[in-house]
């Protein structure tokens, strides 16, 4: 499965519990955009690897201050697709983790939804908060805590836990999540370690002037998302 399929199928379906914590979440980014709007008359969002279909979330919103908000939608070119709101939305192609990436161009709000988790290993990982960091005095990025019993991605308890092997040869035997069945092993096993879940330690690390918090379920930590307000 590709990750536009994948996105298209998390984001497709406005009454699941991914949409309702989308919702609740979006909030946070409401007042980061509110607080940009307050000191300027039109604002420009960066959304690193983020897709149209996202911001359906706040069409409400959005729609109040039509004419005030510009949002770049930032994919790989292999994952660029075209926007159907040009007037709202402008797509690039290129690599959140690119450290030469839109110099000399200024934001108001950066904003990641699920995706630092998905940009590599380690290295790149960094690269792309120093991005996040770096872009724009407000940002808001979101992803999946890794010690949430449920992996989110192949929705399997305890998934992300297990050896790299024994993932890979779960997914080699069955279909899993959003994933469909992989029986070549090294197919497979890129799959299974394309998707890197933090923690909250990691998290504080690589947005150390961001105010870090956890969104729960049932008391277990959901989700971790680092902001800062300008």
């Known amino acids: 499965m590709t990750s536009q399929t994948l996105a298209v199928e998390t984001y497709s379906n406005p009454v699941s519990i991914e949409s309702r914590f989308r919702r609740a979440r979006f909030a946070r980014v409401e007042a980061l955009i509110e607080q940009a709007l307050d000191s300027r008359k039109t604002i420009d969002i960066v959304d690193l690897g983020g897709r149209e ?6 069409t409400d919103f959005l729609a109040r201050h039509r004419g005030r908000i510009r949002i770049h939608l930032v994919n790989l070119e292999s994952d660029l697709e075209p926007v159907e709101d040009a007037g709202l939305f402008e797509a690039h192609a290129g690599d959140a983790c690119d450290t030469d990436g839109f110099q000399g161009q200024a934001f108001d709000l950066v904003h990641s939804n ?49 050896p790299p092997r024994w993932r890979t040869h779960l997914l080699q035997m069955r279909r899993l999540g959003f994933y469909d069945r992989e029986p070549d092993y090294r197919k497979a096993r890129s799959i299974v370690e394309e998707v890197h879940l933090l923690t909250r330690h990691d998290m504080t690390h690589l947005f150390p002037d961001a105010d870090i918090a956890v969104e729960r379920v049932a008391g277990l930590p959901k989700s971790i998302m680092a902001s800062r307000a300008a």
């Open 53 to 58: 279909i996202y911001w359906t979330i706040a």
């Open 114 to 162: 699920s995706v630092i988790e998905h940009v590599g290993g380690w290295d790149r990982i960094g690269q792309f908060a120093d991005n996040v960091r770096r872009l724009a005095p407000r940002y808001f990025v979101q992803t999946p805590n890794f010690w949430f019993p449920l992996e989110p991605h192949f929705r399997v308890p305890g998934y992300q836990w297990l």
